[in-house]
């Protein structure tokens, strides 16, 4: 008997690649070919050591407590943690049914998956048991009010064990991020706000994640996707930690900026070849521009390529100011980069005692 596919399947995989995509860019800093790996001038890359990005998780006795810091419940599934300051973002995962009939009318209110366009995912937000979206809100709301919208579901596109399998390593393509505040927005927008005690569907087109719905109210969903945001917060953040832990570290090593190959070599070379690194990562064509015919009948393009074009682009803009501040002599201050949807974890309200944050979370590091 096969095993069905769980959102804990769904939340371990995605979280697992967004980890990874957080901590690539070390390796092309550090990484040092065999022939000048007993140089002199490259021992400092083997002594340097990495502050990985981390996943913590909730007990599942208090994950569905109201705790609108997040350190002894709030509704999500993971808090990750990453950059040099240590910047969170918190994600609440949800497993979509796969669908090919349309939903049944809602009164006067059709929905727009209907006739030949009726293929979805299902995704149902809230419960009359939990109220997981106030939850989610209430966290929302107070880590918000320090800086972005740094509490998000996430809906990835996958049906059972074979496609998880399948797209493995290439979730994220098929992986949709909305912030609680923006489902919010919106409802209230369209005079549906949620409703305590009651649970909501959303709707997810297997082939354009911009084709989404909310129901029972059969209103469709115009909110910008965040996606890219949320993922480009992940790719500059690490490397904005990698360069700056890097710099920090080779002065500490009295390491002369001037000293050839050391630190201005070193990272442009590692910023190319970690954008060309990632340009196969999303999976995106040789040419920066596309036709629609490239778009049609093919999955992963249809879905992500304009998507991932533009994490490519939020990056590769970042990569220029860095690559500029090295060619001007690094003397000034590492350009910054401001997440959109991250926040700093230093703002989180109060802190637990150790033997109460033990309790209520476990981690893993990758």
Not at 231 to 247: G, M, P, W, Y
Request: hydrophobic share 35%.
């Amino acid at each position: 008997m096969s095993m069905n596919l769980h959102e804990k399947s769904l939340e371990l995989n995605v979280t697992h690649e967004l980890l990874n995509l957080c901590d690539a860019f070390n390796w092309h800093l550090t990484n040092i070919g065999l022939w000048r790996y007993w140089e002199p001038s490259y021992r400092h890359f083997r002594t340097q050591t990495q502050k990985k990005s981390i996943a913590l998780g909730l007990h599942s006795s208090v994950e569905g407590n109201d705790d609108n810091t997040g350190n002894a419940g709030g509704g999500y599934d993971v808090k990750i943690k990453s950059g040099s300051n240590d910047s969170v973002l918190f994600i609440q995962y949800k497993r979509g049914e796969y669908r090919t009939t349309e939903p049944e009318p809602n009164g006067a209110n059709t929905s727009i998956f209907t006739g030949s366009e009726s293929e979805h995912y299902l995704f149902k937000l809230n419960s009359t048991a939990t109220n997981q979206h106030f939850t989610l809100r209430n966290l929302s709301n107070n880590i918000t009010s320090y800086n972005g919208n740094a509490v998000v579901y996430a809906f990835p596109l996958i049906k059972d064990i074979d496609e998880l399998e399948e797209n493995a390593g290439r979730l994220l393509n098929r992986t949709k991020f909305i912030s609680i505040s923006d489902i919010d927005n919106e409802a209230n927008t369209n005079g549906h706000p949620f409703v305590l005690g009651s649970s909501h569907k959303y709707r997810i087109c297997p082939y354009d994640m911009d084709r989404t719905e909310f129901n029972f109210f059969f209103f469709t969903y115009k909110g910008r996707d965040i996606s890219k945001d949320v993922i480009a917060d992940f790719i500059n953040l690490s490397v904005q930690k990698e360069i700056r832990t890097f710099a920090k570290f080779l002065s500490q090593e009295s390491i002369d900026w001037e000293e050839p190959r050391i630190l201005s070599n070193r990272i442009n070379y590692a910023l190319s070849s970690y954008l060309a690194y990632l340009r196969n990562y999303l999976e995106l064509p040789i040419q920066d521009r596309f036709s629609n015919s490239e778009l049609e009948n093919d999955f992963v393009n249809k879905l992500s390529l304009k998507r991932n074009l533009e994490i490519y682009d939020i990056v590769n803009d970042y990569v220029l100011n860095i690559k500029n501040w090295v060619k001007e002599g690094g003397d000034d201050k590492l350009p910054e980069y401001t997440p959109s949807y991250f926040t700093n974890s230093e703002i989180n309200i109060k802190e637990k005692s150790d033997s109460e944050y033990l309790d209520n979370l476990n981690m893993f590091v990758i």
